[in-house]
């Protein structure tokens, strides 16, 4: 079995001072050739292991016959945003994780090949003809992430005039305004969305459902027969310590936001800046962490520390981030858990940390972190808090009779809400998960709202 084809990576000096992306894909010839290593398994455990099931050897035959329209066709049958998806699922823990080839030698690199054919067809303009049959029946989707988007292309594909409302000035959910753009160019989001505009779905943006129009108005006035919510969960998660409202201390979500969105990285041309100094502390193990350190570094911050309660191999974050992330210079602080932020004139200048130690399995299989009871004083200009986030209450304040848990997290029962034809998916039901995984709820909950309207009508 010939080693599997390295993805080639922009070096570690051009990457330092800008948002390049960092990952550069295969070219034809590498496709190709990992393309080679895929066994076309009669029974394949990669597509069980994928959330939603891609027919991942069908593709890859298309490509090691040098048919790469075909290819992109099929597997766009399953996935309509395979430049996104191709870039950050955790391939390592689904698809490429069951991979026969994985047992003995690495496993097929699943997720580059999805990226092949997602640039390809983006360079291309390629464009899958649909043949939509108008049933001139409305349904709204609240939020435009991945759960949006995809419920929006596959209720599309049914014949449903689709609106999508998104509360933020762009479309596109956490694609748009949280990974940085050194893991995904925000052009393959606006390109990915506008393939769904040209699909006939329409898009209104500025629009906080619950604030700016209701769910109540939606179906009552505006004659929407189902709505579905993936609002996702854009709720950051506070550590609840000492010294936490003090200047310089973010959430990651905001941090972000105010570097991909409202473009703080292009300060003075945008008149957003955002101020961490050279020391910086992101608190968390997780993408969202790693994405807070790496942005932090780029800014110019010369010093950026991970502070994570577990060790190196407990480290939620993908794989590959981890790696991009110790070779752009971020230094992990590992068994180190905040408890005391340190200010002077409400100015973040201090965090306490107690050392921990990894005592017996959890319920997640992982060795819980136990304090030791002794502390340290890191000196710091700013910490950015990334250690999950939960839904925004907005909607479910401002709308009679949907039911949540008690994290917020709407609850359904085969995606219908507490509200009969409001369906809802994504993170606002699972709690912060992945693209994939909120892909395959939009798509799934769209069969229970065609279900739906066809008894209803
Ligand atoms: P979202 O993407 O959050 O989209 C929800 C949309 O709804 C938003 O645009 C929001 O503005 C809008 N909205 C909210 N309330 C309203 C309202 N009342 N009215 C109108 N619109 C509303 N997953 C991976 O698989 N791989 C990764 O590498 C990865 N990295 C991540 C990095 C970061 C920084 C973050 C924050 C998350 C990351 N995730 C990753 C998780 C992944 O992005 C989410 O699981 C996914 O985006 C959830 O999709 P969603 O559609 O449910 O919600
Ligand atoms: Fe190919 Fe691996 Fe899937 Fe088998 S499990 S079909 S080798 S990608």
């Known amino acids: 079995m010939k080693a599997r084809v390295k993805m080639r990576n922009l070096d570690r000096e051009t990457r330092q001072t800008n948002f390049l992306e960092v990952a550069c894909g295969y070219n034809d010839q590498e496709a190709h050739d990992e393309a080679m290593r895929c066994l076309e398994c009669k029974n394949p455990r990669c597509v069980e292991a994928c959330p939603v099931h891609i027919n991942i050897p069908k593709f890859i035959k298309h490509i090691k016959d040098e048919n790469k329209e075909e290819a992109y066709f099929s597997l766009y049958e399953d996935n309509i945003l395979p430049a996104i998806c191709g870039r950050v699922c955790p391939q390592e823990k689904q698809c490429e994780g069951a991979c026969i080839v994985g047992i003995k030698n690495e496993p097929v690199s699943i997720g580059a090949l999805e990226r092949f054919l997602g640039d390809f067809a983006l360079e291309t ?20 992430g991945p759960a949006g988007l995809s419920n929006a292309a596959s209720m599309r594909r049914l014949g449903y005039d689709v609106t999508v409302y998104e509360a933020l000035h762009k479309f596109g959910g956490v694609l748009q305004y949280g990974i940085p753009d050194f893991r995904l160019p925000k052009e393959i989001v606006v390109t990915e969305v506008s393939k769904l505009k040209d699909m006939g779905v329409k898009f209104v943006k500025n629009a906080i459902i619950g604030k700016s129009i209701t769910i109540d108005q939606l179906r009552d006035e505006e004659n929407y027969q189902a709505i579905f919510i993936g609002s996702g969960a854009g709720l950051p998660s506070s550590l609840n310590l000492k010294g936490e409202n003090f200047s310089g201390v973010f959430y990651a979500n905001e941090f972000l936001t105010r570097v991909n969105l409202m473009k703080s990285r292009q300060f003075p041309h945008y008149k957003t800046p955002v101020r961490i100094g050279d020391n910086v502390c992101v608190v968390g193990g997780g993408n969202v962490a790693m994405d807070a350190a790496r942005t932090a570094k780029r800014l110019g911050a010369k010093n950026v520390f991970i502070l994570y309660r577990r060790d190196m191999d407990s480290l939620p974050a993908r794989r590959e981030e981890v790696e991009h992330a110790i070779e752009e210079g971020i230094d992990f602080r590992l068994l180190k858990n905040p408890v005391e932020f340190i200010g002077e004139n409400y ?3 201090q965090v306490k940390v107690e050392i921990m130690e990894l005592g017996e399995s959890d319920a997640s299989g992982r060795r819980r972190p136990v304090g030791t009871n002794k502390f340290e004083i890191m000196d710091i200009d700013s910490c950015i808090i990334s250690i999950g986030q939960k839904p925004n209450p907005i909607l479910k304040n401002h709308t009679k009779g949907l039911e949540t848990d008690k994290w917020g997290r709407i609850t359904t029962k085969n995606y219908m809400t507490s509200i009969k034809g409001v369906f809802a998916g994504g993170d606002v039901v699972s709690g912060a998960a992945t693209v994939i995984l909120a892909m395959g709820a939009g798509k799934d909950a769209s069969i229970e709202m065609d279900k739906f309207i066809k008894l209803t009508k």
């Open 347 to 349: 100015l973040l200048k």
């Open 125 to 144: 303009g390629l464009k899958k003809e649909m043949n939509i049959k108008e049933n001139n029946i409305k349904v709204a989707i609240v939020g435009s």
